[in-house]
């Protein structure tokens, strides 16, 4: 896994990344297309005309972003509306299918870590890209996600971090879509404004938003088109997988979490209190060790392949990411964490 450093206006970071991950883009594409077929019943012509609809949402909430977007898709030599579609492909399939993704926020020895595993198809594992935006408009960041996209799990220079578990819901409504409210989140340079990209400009289909600050501070956001239900710290931890239990949340939206969510999180749980107690200092080997538990393994926090589980539903871990917000550092591991010894460690100047 390489680094991409993507400079300048909106249209020429965009034109860069869709320059230098191509292939890249036109692989995810067909990974969706099969996705959408599988999920939905539908094909990549009418999954374009399904996204479209998103393209006010945005031009309401974040109209630059859609200058970026669309150099993307010149970069790549293919239309904005696959391009769209990509990033609205939570929207489209979301409804059907649901990754795995265990998230967690953690402040120990003065020091905040924010912390996940990227659990999604098999097919997506090499379409996965880490890029560092340098804008005109917004701090140095850091996203780990998938080509062609604006944003995922990442970071910026302000020491704002945002992880991110999908919700399998059927609601869905105005508001950013999920991936261009973390790029938003990503460009803020602080918790508040982070924050108020759920409560102000909100987003249009349920997520949960793990987002946390190099002051100490995190939160975790149940996002939906309505007021987000909110997760504050107990003992410096917020944890989540992949279904809601905030009460502002559940009373709201109705979600169909897969069997495994809530084992997986009473695991994490235990795993951070028994392992990481107040005070004590920690590393990322540590949190990589957390991330790479297989306890009731295949459906564990460290996924592997299934054979029980239907080919179009077999979900394992992507990647693993560590950040050190206060040191403004990320490190990436890609693919399983339990498996891989490859790093890619990026550090941001404090802005």
């Known amino acids: 896994m390489r680094l991409t450093e993507l400079t300048g206006s909106r249209h020429a970071i965009g034109e860069a990344h869709g320059l230098a991950h191509a292939r890249l883009i036109h692989r995810s594409i067909e990974v969706y297309d099969r ?27 974040f109209p630059e972003i859609l200058d970026e977007m669309a150099g993307i898709a010149r970069g790549a030599g293919v239309d904005l509306a696959d391009i769209l579609t990509l990033n609205c492909r939570s929207e489209i399939s979301l409804t059907r299918a649901s990754g795995g993704c265990s998230a967690f926020a953690l402040q120990r020895a003065g ?17 996965v890209v880490a890029l560092k935006i340098t804008g005109e408009q917004a701090a140095p960041l850091l996203s780990i996600g998938e080509a062609g996209m604006v944003a995922k799990i990442g970071m910026n220079a302000h020491g704002i971090g945002v ?10 409504g105005q508001g950013l879509p999920i991936h261009v409210a973390l790029r938003k989140i990503l460009e803020s ?31 975790g ?19 989540h997988t ?3 239990y905030a009460r502002a949340a559940t009373c709201q939206v109705e979600d169909f979490p897969r069997p495994d969510s809530r084992p997986r999180l009473a695991r994490l749980d235990r795993l951070l209190r028994d392992q990481m107690p107040d005070h004590v200092e920690v590393d990322e080997a540590a949190l990589f060790d957390i991330l790479s538990d297989h306890h009731d393994a295949p459906l564990s926090i460290c996924r592997h392949f299934n054979p029980d589980q239907p080919p179009e539903e077999r979900m394992e871990t992507l990647f693993a990411v560590v950040m050190n917000l206060s040191e403004r550092r990320l490190t990436l591991r890609h693919g399983k964490p339990c498996e891989t ?11």
């Open 35 to 61: 996705l959408f077929l599988d999920f939905v019943g539908i094909r990549w012509k009418e999954a374009r005309e399904e996204a479209d609809r998103f393209a006010a949402m945005i031009e309401r909430g």
């Open 111 to 127: 020091q905040q870590w924010l912390a996940q595993n990227w659990d999604w198809r098999t097919d997506q594992l090499h379409n």
């Open 163 to 172: 992880c991110l578990n999908a919700i399998r819901s059927r609601t869905c």
């Open 189 to 219: 340079p602080d918790l508040e404004s982070a924050v108020a990209v759920a409560t102000r400009d909100r987003v249009c289909s349920p997520a949960h938003f793990l987002i946390a600050s190099a002051d100490g501070q995190a939160a």
């Open 221 to 239: 956001l149940e996002v939906h088109p309505g007021e987000p239900g909110r997760l504050a710290p107990e003992h410096g931890m917020v944890t």
């Open 242 to 244: 992949n279904h809601l």
């Open 341 to 351: 010894t490859d790093i890619l460690s990026v550090t941001l100047d404090p802005a």
